[in-house]
């Protein structure tokens, strides 16, 4: 079986794993963790330590959310159904600071994604059901857990199903204005040294033009600066300053459905982390 294909994203760390899926009339067969490759791509597969699985109906939105320190990177993939899958980067030290890139994650490429600490993502589902599994490399911990609004105005994500089905705290996030100015002080001017932007070695690849990473083969390039595809592989971009979602200091609340059954309030540290 083929090695994966790992290669670098716009945003500073963001990795594509692209495995090679064997598929036949009985259904198909996928590496969904390869140690050398990602050893290769400067992930030591052994730092994953714990694994979770979510399941969402249709329409279903989870995000944005990270951590409001640089301790949790993650392996994001979807194992059942497709869908929309959004990374933002929110390090203030970072090149790319601010930028948006946008996937299609589903159970027929099974393209999967390594999001570094200080990046908040989210997913909308695109089919009826959707099974998404993460690989996180630190334990989780509640009292770090931060979201950000999925209709940001100055982010302006053009999620594909409207009215989303939220949970009670994605429906109040706060937006980008709002913690703009805690950003420094939770993830550092020039960040940290043992989480800054992989170093891959030479052996990984070549160096593809864009590439954020040496030894990691890069995005492809051009196409309209507000939101382009590469139908090939699945990818969109985003640049902050396209249409958004909402506009003005108050986002509007209403139309929104809410999953059956779904808890409100904060998880305690005994949750199965249901903002993932």
């Keep these: 079986m083929p090695e994966p294909r790992v290669t670098a994203s716009t945003i500073e760390g963001l990795l594509r794993i692209e495995p090679s899926p064997i598929a036949d009339d009985r259904g198909f067969f996928v590496r969904t963790l390869d140690g050398p490759s990602l050893r290769a791509a400067g992930l030591d597969p052994a730092r994953f330590i714990q694994h979770n699985q979510s399941r969402s109906r249709r329409g279903t939105l989870r995000g944005l959310h990270a951590r409001r320190e640089l301790t949790e990177g993650k392996l994001v993939r979807c194992a059942r159904g497709a869908v929309f899958e959004v990374v933002v980067d929110i390090r203030p030290w970072s090149s790319s600071f601010l ?27 695109l089919t009826d059901w959707a099974d998404v599994c993460y690989q996180h490399d630190a334990v989780y ?87 382009t595809r590469d139908r090939s592989r699945g990818l969109y971009r985003h640049r902050p300053g396209g249409s958004p979602a909402a506009s003005g200091p108050h986002r509007r609340r209403t139309g929104h459905r809410l999953l059956p059954g779904l808890r409100s309030g904060r998880p305690t540290a005994t949750d199965p982390e249901p903002w993932a």
């Design 99 to 125: 930028r948006i890139e946008t996937f299609r994650l589903d159970d027929e490429a099974h393209l999967q994604l390594f999001v570094p600490p200080g990046c908040v993502h989210g997913f909308q589902v």
């Design 141 to 227: 911990d509640p009292a770090l857990e931060i979201a950000l609004a999925w209709d940001d105005p100055e982010l302006g994500i053009e999620w594909p199903i409207r009215p989303p089905v939220l949970s009670d705290r994605d429906q109040v996030a706060p937006p980008l204005a709002a913690i703009r100015p805690d950003l420094q002080a939770w993830y550092g001017a020039q960040g940290q040294p043992d989480r800054r932007p992989l170093q891959v070695p030479p052996s990984a690849g070549k160096v593809g033009a864009g590439c954020d990473l040496p030894g990691v083969v890069g995005p492809r390039q051009g196409g309209s600066r507000a939101r």
